[in-house]
């Protein structure tokens, strides 16, 4: 919050501050033209890179964990020039303040419901100054398309068509209306003379930049729409994509790193001679909270490393054991103080008048979850002639960059960081959660000048992860006559992570809704679509219960709560309409529907489900609806909510870190078993014509996915799941609830 | 210790600790990083190259265990500069996401379609047991399909 009354604030006077700040921001302009141009290449707007061969590079502040918003992006900027699509590319930006996302500030802001233009200069340098003075470059809240992509990439190609086109008009002495554009080339239908983008690009690159370019209306698109080949997918099945891991420097070094099993712990001491005889071992070093072997080869490091017993304390360990866990819960939900986050009528005096057999009680429950991406966490790392370098597949670029000055003691500009494309993160790589980077710091600063790449163990990267937070909810609801809510009364466990989506999509007309901050020792973090994971779990579940309880239809019980036409019903009833809803299952089948915002971007999935001989769940068929407003890449769109339906059920049926001792027990995947091939279902996805706000894509298709299911497990077996993961619920074990 | 394999084609002899699986042998020694390290226990299938045409989990493999015998990495799998029909297959169905884990795939997927030309679904279950997850799952088991009704 303090954030946007700094924007807010500085806008009102940001008249004041131009002077000043345009000689600060030309400063920025100048590095940013040093820092991605070469001999017979142009920047223009800032972002996008046009050389004399006709290339057009756009300049991308995000990194590729697997979205292809390299190419979904690349897609918003080519349509907006005109360009020729067989002549376009993507790179990542730097990681320097040069390129901080403005664009991501303005629509974390305005949340994206503003016209997607920069009307006046005042507006833009409000949030170029505020991107740079957070450090956002950030990958994360499934932004990419509808904060960079909307209010970015278009509007700075649109700017950089236009300068294209008034460079082809000064040369040919002709007004730059009577100019066409079309395949990277600029035409004067009066004369039919032409200019390739190659060949303008040095005469428009001194132009200023236009404030206020005309963008394409949507019936003018030509390319976006359409889904050309992802940039990345060649590379992606020779094994020639390089991830952070694959990246070699000359001379390079390489790091295994145990730290402390209890987070938080410190090392006491290790005996390093072990270790040290093994052949190709450079170094033991013993950090703060863990200790390294680096050596010729990570695969020597690493077997040194088992050699070693080091020894660690438990400082500030808070619970031990998963039994732990829960009363903490537990007395955090009775007694926590608690902050009121929705307030509406009076819910507790409707539960209070409300009659015992109307009023309904819930406890849920839900585990840590680890990302597990598939590519392990690496980072390589250089300390020479005074300047730290960097390499790496972080998600926030500048935030990553601000971390290593604060570790390294370095001023800003004695910090490099290259943004490479990691194999999946799902949230992890994101600097608050980055605690590797503190191994590494002290790690490459002893093995000076020579780099040295990090590679997390998968044991130490299971270990130590940033998880979901373990959390819980008490939820309270009484019924009228006719069944329908009257009361919604919900206290609810935050973890550190952002306070977000505790709102209910339904009209109740009491609801008291209260946050209570709870944390433990075990390092938390930003799991794909963070706290919609849990809050859509928790309120499609109870609303389940409570559409059982009246005896109604669970679809028809939403759909009375929803008002007629809104997004939220749309998707709904689409989802049930193409999943076959009411239709007769097999015995023992059941269907479950569960609907979720997020980011943006409504969707439902009706999920059917089964128990097999064994009593454990098969998952036949998954059906969702989504309204994201617009789609740039139709086949990009649809992987992300394929991948989020799976990553959302694979979580919701097996997925767990508990703990041991207060460490993490689950070491690597035998013990956390994700989703595979075989236990897969059908999905299918539909997308709705929407002219509503863009939404993001990278998230939402995680949430509904566990009430569906926990909501289909109930139609067909009768059994409530108000715990995760729900073989445990189903097994009976991890305790009550 | 001396060892003589054969990869991708190539005859070779290196000088190497028997030990070292050969996951990290064609990383580290041999600069074939399209291999890749996921899990160290062959749970994940990351690593998967072809042994002898067999689909084989490379990170708890002695490199000494290859001696004598012919080694694929995805980075041999295609022929004369034209992607293999499972690459291609791959490109068309656009199964990858992020990408990590599709060499070992699309190295699961060519062991399974060189042995039976069109698999039953269970036969693709029981084939293709590597984790991915970006969830591609239903385009890995498409992209196979293609493959099979293409016969």
């Known amino acids: ?737 | 210790m001396q060892i003589d394999f054969q990869i991708n084609g190539d005859n070779i002899s290196i000088e190497a600790d028997p030990a070292k699986p050969l996951l990290w042998i064609l990383r580290e020694d041999l600069g074939l990083t399209g291999t890749k390290y996921g899990c160290g226990v062959a749970a994940c299938g990351a690593c998967t190259v072809h042994l002898d045409g067999e689909a084989t989990r490379c990170c708890v493999l002695p490199v000494e265990a290859v001696a004598g015998r012919a080694v694929t990495t995805i980075e041999g799998l295609a022929a004369k500069g034209e992607p293999h029909r499972v690459q291609q297959a791959w490109i068309d169905a656009r199964v990858p996401q992020c990408g990590y884990c599709q060499s070992g795939m699309i190295m699961a997927a060519a062991s399974l379609l060189a042995k039976t030309s069109n698999p039953t679904d269970a036969e693709i279950d029981a084939a293709i047991t590597n984790i991915c997850r970006c969830g591609t799952y239903p385009r890995v088991r498409a992209a196979i399909r293609a493959l099979s009704e293409a016969v």
């Open chain 1, 1 to 737: 919050m303090r954030r946007r009354s700094f924007l807010i604030g500085s806008a009102a006077i940001a008249g004041g501050l131009a002077v000043g700040y345009r000689a600060w921001s030309q400063s920025f302009e100048r590095n940013a033209v040093d820092l991605v141009t070469g001999e017979g290449e142009h920047l223009l707007a800032g972002w996008i890179r046009i050389g004399t061969d006709d290339t057009v590079t756009v300049l991308i502040p995000h990194v590729d964990m697997g979205q292809g918003i390299y190419t979904a992006l690349a897609m918003m900027a080519a349509e907006e020039l005109d360009a020729d699509w067989s002549t376009v590319r993507a790179e990542r930006a730097p990681g320097e303040k040069a390129f901080a996302n403005r664009f991501l500030a303005r629509g974390w802001v305005t949340q994206g419901f503003d016209v997607p233009r920069f009307a006046d200069r005042i507006t833009d340098m409000v949030f170029t100054e505020a991107a740079r003075f957070v450090n956002l470059q950030i990958t994360g809240g499934s932004t990419a398309v509808r904060f960079t992509g909307q209010a970015g990439m278009r509007v700075v190609a649109a700017a950089a068509r236009q300068m294209l086109v008034e460079a082809a008009a000064r040369r040919w002495g002709v007004p730059p209306r009577q100019l066409t554009v079309r395949d990277g080339v600029v035409t004067d239908p009066s004369s039919g003379q032409t200019a390739r983008f190659g060949t303008l690009a040095e005469e428009a690159a001194r132009l200023s930049v236009p404030s206020n370019p005309r963008l394409k209306k949507r019936s003018e698109w030509r390319l976006v729409g359409a889904s050309p080949l992802r940039f990345d997918i060649p590379a992606k099945t020779d094994g020639t994509f390089g991830y952070g891991i694959d990246l070699q420097l000359p001379d390079m070094l390489h790091a295994a790193v145990r730290s402390a099993p209890v987070h938080g712990g410190r090392l006491l001491g290790v005996d390093t001679e072990s270790a040290k005889a093994l052949p190709g071992v450079e170094r033991v070093i013993p950090l703060e909270r863990a200790v390294a072997v680096v050596a010729a080869s990570w695969w020597q490091a690493s077997r040194a490393l088992d050699l070693l017993d080091p020894e660690f304390s438990a400082d500030g360990i808070t619970i031990s054991t998963q039994a732990d866990l829960e009363r903490a819960q537990d007395e955090a939900l009775e007694s926590g103080e608690g902050e009121t986050v929705v307030t509406l009528g009076d819910a507790s005096e409707a539960i209070r008048s409300a009659d015992a057999s109307r009023r309904f009680e819930a406890t849920y429950r839900v585990p840590y979850l680890h990302h597990a991406a598939m590519e392990p966490i690496n980072a390589t790392m250089q300390f020479a002639d005074g300047v730290l370098t960097f390499w790496g597949g972080e998600q926030d670029a500048l935030g990553t960059k601000a971390r290593l000055v604060e570790r390294s003691g370095l001023a800003a500009s004695k910090v490099v960081v290259h943004g490479l494309p990691a194999g999946g993160s799902f949230g992890r790589r994101i600097a608050p959660s980055a605690d590797y980077l503190d191994h590494l710091v002290p790690i490459a600063r002893a093995m000076a000048p020579r780099p040295v790449k990090l590679i997390l163990s998968r044991e130490e990267e299971f270990t130590h992860g940033a998880y979901r937070p373990a959390l819980a909810t008490q939820m309270t609801a009484a019924l009228d006559a006719d069944g329908m809510p009257t009361a919604w009364m919900q206290r609810y466990l935050n973890g550190p992570t952002r306070n977000e989506a505790f709102h209910i999509p339904y009209s109740i007309p009491n609801q008291e809704i209260v946050s209570i901050d709870f944390a433990t020792h075990v390092q938390t973090g930003t799991w794909r679509s963070v706290a919609h994971t849990q809050h859509a779990f928790w309120t499609e579940s109870f609303v389940d219960e409570l559409a059982h309880a009246s005896g109604r239809d669970p679809l028809d019980y939403r759909r009375m709560l929803l008002p007629e036409g809104s997004r939220a019903r749309r998707v709904l009833e689409i989802a049930a309409e193409r999943a076959g809803w009411g239709e007769a299952l097999p015995p023992g089948s059941g269907r479950g529907i569960a609907l979720a915002e997020s980011y943006g971007t409504w969707v439902a999935e009706v999920v059917e489900v089964s128990l097999g001989e064994d009593s454990m769940p098969r998952i036949h068929r998954v059906v969702a609806a989504v309204d994201c407003g617009g789609l740039v890449h139709p086949d990009t769109a649809l992987q992300q909510v394929e991948g989020g339906i799976i990553m959302g059920l694979s979580a919701a049926l097996r997925e767990k870190i508990t703990l041991e001792d207060g460490a993490v027990a689950q070491t690597n995947f035998p013990d956390y078993p994700v989703l595979r091939l075989p236990e897969t279902p059908k999905i299918e996805v539909h997308f709705l014509d929407s002219d509503g706000p863009w939404g993001g894509l990278g998230e939402p298709g995680v949430p509904p996915a566990a009430p569906a299911l926990a909501n289909a497990l109930f139609a067909a077996t009768g059994r409530r799941i108000r715990r995760l993961p729900i073989i445990d619920a189903l097994s009976g074990e991890g305790g009550r609830a």
